[in-house]
């Protein structure tokens, strides 16, 4: 499960769907909140490529500002208007409006098989999934998963440098920002200047925030209250899970296709 926390909640991060999440239910919510609490806060490794940490810090903060006060009462009046199964199938939908995006990346880093099954689940789900609304290719087996030209760049040997916090766009490092960049470049939304295109675009972003911050209300708000370094938590999470994500979840590194420098999946991302 990919998760960049903030950039889910980012009402202005046009690739936000970006996703970087696939957090469906409450369930998925409630475990994602529950490894978050469990990772090393304090791990000195991942302190180490946080060189500018007073700056990331003060930007984190900003961010939670902005979280409270925004974010979080957009994210319960939505929730208190809509059905759970709207929820869902607005995620769902989001999430395969990024399947191109995400193709292109597999095919990329060399992923055929996964990119025969991106193919697979973005024909599925826009036929018979209504748009994408509904996720009967998840039914059928075919599992969903995410990727980004960050992840990309790593795969390629691209160093991670250093660990950085923006508000609204959330943890990242050098190279993710770089590759945010080239996620932009990737949507052809981007590429039509027309006054509709521009308010999809607008409207996108506003609904991925909503639909992506409405399961994580109750999960954040809990590893805040009980977590004795909020800021650390979140960066020694992000990093590892951004390792998980450039190795698509496998701890053997054989298996891994035969491009580039691996070595660089023990860097942060």
Not at 29 to 38: P, R, T
Request: net charge negative; aromatic share 8%; charged share 25%.
């Amino acid at each position: 499960m990919t998760i960049n926390i903030w950039t889910l909640a980012a009402l202005l991060a046009l690739t936000a769907g970006a996703a970087h999440a696939q957090i469906s239910d409450a369930d998925d919510a409630a475990a994602f909140a529950e490894e978050l609490k469990n990772d090393a806060a304090s791990d000195q490794d991942v302190a180490n490529k946080d060189p500018w940490e007073g700056f990331n810090r003060k930007m984190f903060s900003v961010n939670n500002a902005i979280d409270g006060a925004v974010l979080v009462p957009a994210a319960k009046a939505y929730r208190a208007t809509t059905h759970k199964k709207q929820r869902k199938g607005l995620r769902n939908l989001l999430a395969n409006a990024r399947t191109p995006a995400i193709l292109i990346n597999d095919l990329l880093q060399g992923e055929f098989k996964r990119a025969g099954e991106t193919a697979s689940r973005f024909v599925v789900n826009t036929t018979i999934g209504f748009g994408g609304m509904g996720d009967p290719a998840e039914r059928m087996g075919v599992a969903q998963h995410s990727e980004d030209f960050g992840q990309t760049l790593a795969v390629w040997g691209v160093s991670s440098g250093p660990y950085l916090f923006m508000p609204l766009l959330g943890p990242s490092t050098i190279r993710g920002s770089v590759g945010s960049v080239g996620d932009i470049a990737m949507d052809p939304a981007i590429w039509i200047r027309t006054d509709a295109a521009k308010y999809m675009r607008y409207s996108r972003a506003g609904a991925t925030g909503l639909a992506l911050r409405e399961p994580l209300i109750e999960p954040l708000q809990d590893i805040e209250d009980n977590s004795l370094d909020y800021y650390a938590s979140i960066r020694s999470f992000y990093t590892q899970s951004r390792k998980r994500e450039i190795a698509n979840g496998r701890t053997n590194f054989d298996d891994l296709p035969d491009i580039g420098d691996f070595e660089e999946f023990d860097e942060l991302e």
